[in-house]
């Protein structure tokens, strides 16, 4: 299986766009699969929050998990 990663952009009739230099690689018959990521502001910032909070973290800390 062959990947590509490309950013789309929504058509106005709601389809998606398929860079030129990625068509000549599809025909009418061609399968693919389509996984769409949304950026998420929200998780970000818990998933940045939670990194900043852990890489204060040291081995010493430890002692306070069991309290």
């Known amino acids: 299986m062959r990947a590509y990663e490309y950013y789309a952009e929504i058509l106005p009739d709601g389809h998606l766009s ?3 230099k990625l068509k000549p ?3 009418g018959e061609s399968k693919i699969r389509v996984v769409l ?4 502001e929200e998780a970000a910032w818990s ?3 939670v990194s ?3 890489s204060g973290y040291d081995v010493k ?4 998990d069991k309290l």
Not at 37 to 40: A, K, N, V
Not at 61 to 64: G, N, P
Request: no cysteine.
């Open 18 to 20: 398929i860079p030129e």
């Open 25 to 27: 690689e599809l025909t």
């Open 37 to 40: 990521l949304l950026e998420d």
């Open 47 to 49: 998933k940045f929050t």
């Open 52 to 54: 900043e909070f852990m």
């Open 61 to 64: 800390d430890a002692i306070y």
